[in-house]
């Protein structure tokens, strides 16, 4: 079971490093508008701001790396295993 957890997380934070050699930025959905009464108690609608995400030069490649040691630990585990019983 953990040798399954590792390697699903070690290939979702490689997965993660290259969509961010990829793509410039992530736009995050901005959550609904919210609606405020002016003085006059009419309601206004109020634009709630995106979310951007800009990854830095160092991410793509440390997120790829970091992914790739921690499968590599996840094939380890089995040996590991193996070699106890």
């Known amino acids: 079971m953990w040798r399954t957890l590792f ?3 070690g290939f979702f934070v490689f997965l993660v490093g290259a969509q961010c050699l990829v793509v410039d930025k992530f736009v995050l959905k901005a959550s609904p508008p919210k609606v405020q009464t002016n ?3 009419q309601p206004q ?4 701001p995106r ?3 800009t990854p830095t ?3 793509p490649f440390s997120l790829m ?13 089995s040996n590991r ?3 106890k019983k």
């Open 7 to 9: 390697m699903a997380f």
């Open 39 to 41: 003085w006059a108690g």
């Open 45 to 48: 609608i109020v634009p709630v």
């Open 51 to 53: 979310r951007e995400i």
């Open 57 to 59: 030069e160092w991410a």
């Open 65 to 77: 790396a970091g992914g790739a040691v921690i499968w590599l630990y996840a094939v380890s585990i």
């Open 81 to 83: 295993l193996k070699m």
